[in-house]
């Protein structure tokens, strides 16, 4: 890609990064790690880019070449938790993990208004789901991909996104009510 | 839950996927008759579109990414990846034509010197004509940079010339 118009990735670059960013934190919540993933997701592009076929939108195939930089970042760190003696998360299913509920870098509402309180609130309740439940709604809720892109996204049927997306809307419920 | 339509279950995992039209009409006009008759689908429904609402309304919550030095870190890996790949290949690449001009050169010396292997001994047109033609070919491929030295190489009889033959003079003054 590079070779044939230099400015043609960079202008991907700037078009993605934030996106990619995001999407890269909302799976491995670590701003490093993150950062990290969403670079060599970029650079796994760049080197595959002859490769892009045109079967899918290039957003969809971009993303799933992003998520998969995101899991085996996670596997990775999951080897350093196992040998640390930290129990593991087994598998994405599990909330409990203690990496799960590390707490959102965000700044503390303290003193906010409610909805900031409840703002709060949610995005802890989202940091609490399982990194695959927690993609599937940030890919839905905040890049507006629909079921099926997300399906070729994180390479699932469209009925598991389905489950887990009512699963994680039905934890989100318990845990921070229906208050609109 | 309570009050299933008859003629489906809670179709649960359709709520959300019906309420961004993503189902077929069928389908979604199966999920309507059900939540006509069921206030518990109603209410979950309506508390996922709520979450759904506050999550797309939300401020962002990642932290914040100088981007110019992203970037810059991007590039800088980019170009360490290709670079390492690039030398790599040009190692590879430069292997082989290294030992094919070194094995051509060794080939050109030892036909070159007369009267060896058969080889005729340049003192006739045939054998200065092989000499010429090999060395006119190891220079055209680069593999000899001193011609007029290696034009002389019928002087290689001599063991007293081979034995200073890095003080040989390249103009062929020895």
Redesign the interface.
Known sequence: M?DREPGAF?LL??RY??RA??IA??IVRD?ED??DC??EA??RL??AAGSFAGQSKFSTWFYRILVNCCLDNRRRGRGWRRLLGWRDAADDEREDDPIERHP???EDPGERVDEDR??SR??AA?DALSPRQRAV??L???EGL???EIAEVLEMSE?TV??H??RA?TT??KR?G??? | MTGPSPSIPHP??????YW?G?LAAAEAAAVAAHLESCADCR??L???T???????R??????P?H?GA??A??RE??EA?TGRRRSARSWRLGALPAALAAGLAALVLYLAIPGQNGVPNGRGPAGENAAVDNAALASQLDLITDLDVVQRLDLLEDFDVIGRLDRLEPTGKS
């Open positions: 590079a960079d670059v700037e990064q934030e960013y995001r934190w909302s701003r993150a950062k969403a670079q970029f650079i760049h080197e959102a870098p965000m409840q703002l949610l995005w989202v709604v940030l839905q809720c905040r629909a079921t099926k009925p389905r489950v997306l009512h809307f989100l419920r921070v229906t208050t609109p | 649960v995992e359709r709520l959300l996927p961004r993503e209410a979950t309506a508390a996922f709520a979450i759904a609402g506050r999550l797309e939300a401020p962002d919550p990642t932290p990414v981007w992203f970037r870190e991007l890996a980019l990846r």
